[in-house]
């Protein structure tokens, strides 16, 4: 088909996720065809490095016939059966089995949902429940944080702290609150009144998850919610001491710790989870995304013995599931996902090479006149693009800089994506060193071309 006509098909019926209607009508869609190993290609002949592994999900990269394969004898031999009133089936069970074989040892259950936004509503309920169980419904309030992100649906986005989402389409769920980030580079160093390290400022979000606590009243908070690193909200990597003193605040007040793993799961930190990065032991870990490299959709919320033996021995039938939880050629392909990932070293590559790897090239980046930060942690990384190098101060809003970059990024075959003014990547986890330097002089052209048009 050619663009043109697929253009205006789209135009014609399709409303797309995330985006202005109109806009879009006005410009058209980019057609992306086909994509192998980290590259997509469009539908007028570009190759694209896609720096945002689709949507953080395409771990194992583009084009793995393996995981076709998978899909193909599954769909022959059970293409669908549900798992509710004690029905199962052999894709599903040992991708159970090895998800809990890939987790902390404190975590032997799973409850599979269709996408991260449904493993997050799974969450909500599930963690309410759980008090209740224990004989403290008054337990009902959950945290998160500003600028989290936790999915779209109704409780997926109450979860989440996007503001402009909670403006749109009516009120949040009840029982939900959020307390500031731990983004050192937009808030804590520009913070006043207080030691301006980042470890102090770490130290301090944890207070303000305390002060909120105390607030809402010590025995009425159920969870925390929260990504291990923030990732939609701008590759928000905390300072050393903000985890530590985090589960210091929770182990105090008996508060169970939810951590989001949709994008820090499945290696994308240099290990299986971003979990344990931080050292952390949550009680439920939703996950998603690179649980099947994105090829077909699958979510999930791994559950900690705490929880798991509370519903199991005291909840009697859970009024909750999916169609598609579950769903065996969705659980066939997830499986053999995690075991190439597993076999061909990938997790370790990331941890022991290519994160370390990246985060040298990267950092180069934090030399260019326009960005006031490079950071880096295994294959996620994020730029701070600033108007004065010196102070820090940022571009005029109305110069709109992180689009402006990203646009000319897409244009010269990079993917980068942009938050506000902070510019991000997270490419798929198979891309060797020779891609990761063309990467950082894609990125690094596309910072001097933003440069000169931002002066013009
Ligand atoms: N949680 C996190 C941390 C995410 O980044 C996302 C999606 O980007 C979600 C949940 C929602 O997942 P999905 O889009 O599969 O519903």
Redesign the pocket.
């Known amino acids: 088909m050619q663009t043109q006509a697929c253009q205006a098909l789209d135009r014609a019926h399709h409303l797309h996720p995330f985006t202005d209607f109109k806009a879009l009508g006005e410009e058209g869609s980019r057609v992306i065809t086909h994509a192998r190993g980290v590259y997509i290609h469009d539908s007028d002949g570009h190759r694209i490095l896609d720096g945002m592994a689709g ?2 999900c395409v771990n194992l990269g583009y084009g793995r016939r393996e995981l076709v394969e998978a899909a193909t004898a599954q769909l022959e031999q059970l293409p669908y059966y549900n798992t509710f009133f004690k029905t199962t089936h052999p894709p599903v069970a040992r991708l159970a089995e090895k998800l809990c074989d890939l987790a902390p040892s404190h975590i032997n259950h799973v409850f599979f949902t269709g ?6 509503d799974t969450v909500l309920r599930m963690v309410r429940r759980y008090w209740s169980l224990e004989g403290k419904p008054e337990k009902q309030w959950i945290i998160g944080r500003e600028n989290g ?5 109704v409780a ?1 986005m109450s979860l989440g702290g996007m503001a402009p989402m909670h403006d749109q389409g009516g009120p949040c769920v009840p029982g939900i609150t959020h307390i500031r980030q731990p983004y050192w580079f937009g808030e804590g160093r520009l913070g006043e009144g207080h030691d301006p390290s980042p470890e102090a400022f770490g130290r301090a979000c944890a207070e303000a998850l305390e002060a909120k606590i105390l607030e809402l009243g010590e025995d009425k908070v159920a969870a925390f919610i929260a ?1 291990p690193v923030q ?2 909200g701008g590759a928000i990597m905390p300072p050393a001491s903000y985890w530590p003193a985090v589960k210091a605040v929770l182990a105090r007040y008996d508060i169970l710790l939810v951590a ?1 793993e ?2 820090c799961g499945f290696g994308r930190l240099g290990e299986w989870f971003g979990s344990q990065h931080f050292d952390l032991e949550p009680d439920l870990m ?1 996950i ?2 690179g649980l099947s490299s994105g090829y077909l ?1 699958i ?1 999930g919320v791994l559950v900690g013995d705490r929880v798991a033996e509370t519903l199991i021995e005291e909840g009697g039938e859970f009024f909750h599931g999916f169609t598609y939880s579950g769903h065996p050629t969705c659980a066939a392909v997830a499986l053999k996902n995690l075991e190439l990932l597993e076999a061909e070293g990938i997790v370790e590559r990331v941890r022991e090479d290519l994160g370390p790897y990246l985060a040298e090239r990267w950092s180069e980046l934090g030399e260019h006149p326009i960005v006031g930060e490079a950071r880096s942690l295994g294959l996620m990384g994020a730029l701070e693009l600033v108007a004065d190098k010196a102070t820090g101060e940022r571009f005029d809003k109305s110069l709109a800089a992180g689009s402006l970059c990203r646009d000319i990024c897409f244009a010269t075959g990079l993917v980068m994506r942009s938050v506000g003014d902070t510019m991000i990547i997270a490419p798929p986890l198979v891309i060797t060193r020779d891609e990761i330097d063309e990467l950082v002089h894609l990125a690094r052209q596309a910072l001097d071309e933003t440069a000169r048009r931002l002066a013009e």
């Open positions: 949507l953080w996408s991260g936004s449904e493993a997050n992100y936790h999915g779209s649906t997926g990504e990732g939609a989001d949709v994008i939703p998603a995304k959709p979510g």
